[in-house]
């Protein structure tokens, strides 16, 4: 009848218009420029939490703004320019807050920036002159992205201390690791079974960091051990889109991959006792 809806095109025009021309994305064998971006990244993250908290701000303002082009081209939501504005507006926010914050409590403001990047994205969202579908998808767009970015900023305080730097240096050594290794996945008889080379190559990463830098083995495995997984498991979940076949969709899917573990860093940094704040 002319007044029911289609439903396989109203899923269509959700999923956006990269699905018919992709097609199904296996995610084991995603395209060699997210692991550029993701070791570029885990490299520029090293370097700059050996130069300071100012810098390592610095760049996860512009990260945050690699992740708002490139992270809602994934998902494709409607309105993708409004998504990509407010990403881009809490982004900077958690950058500024982090970096302007003075003293050990370097997160204070963060959650009132995250706010405000979503309360942005919702203003955004309302001023649209549509019928506001997939307003839930855009908005769940806008969550990931900004957690990514939040728990990138979880770093900063860490670095505060020279044990705090040593210990940031060793969970990405294991994080590097883990995307070297991923790269087994492509082998047809290895595939997702690449998790348990990445959890080897992540603790042997961070092993041998620990061991180079003068710090518990013990502690260097098991961080290695955890960021690798973790980073690997999430560009798993988020690259099995269609919209990674984009090359903004590739880098902010390395960058955001390993943005989004470094709060574990913080976690067992604190247990490790090498963060206080």
Known sequence: MSGVSDPSAATSHRRGPHVGRFGDV???????????????????????????????????????????????????????????????????????????????????????????????????????SDDRHGLTEAMSVVATGLACVGSGAALVPLILTEPGVRFALIGLAGLAAGVVAELTGRMPRVGAKAVFVVMLAGGLGGWLAAVLLGSAGSAGLGAGMLLASFSYSARRIFGAVPGSRETPGQVALGVATVLLPTVLLLALGALAKVYSG
Not at 28 to 54: E, F
């Open 26 to 128: 296996d995610s084991t064998r995603l395209p060699g420029l997210v692991t550029v971006a993701a070791l570029t990244t885990t490299g520029a993250l090293a370097a700059t939490s050996l130069a300071g908290p100012g810098l390592l701000a610095g760049l996860l303002g512009i990260l945050a703004l690699i992740v708002a082009l490139g992270w809602p081209i994934l998902s494709s939501p409607p309105a993708l320019g409004q998504v990509q504005v407010g990403l881009a507006v809490g982004g900077l926010l958690i950058a500024a807050t982090v970096g302007l914050t003075t003293g050990s409590h370097r997160l204070v403001w963060l959650p009132v920036a995250v706010a405000i990047g979503m309360l942005v994205s919702f203003f955004l969202q309302l001023l649209r």
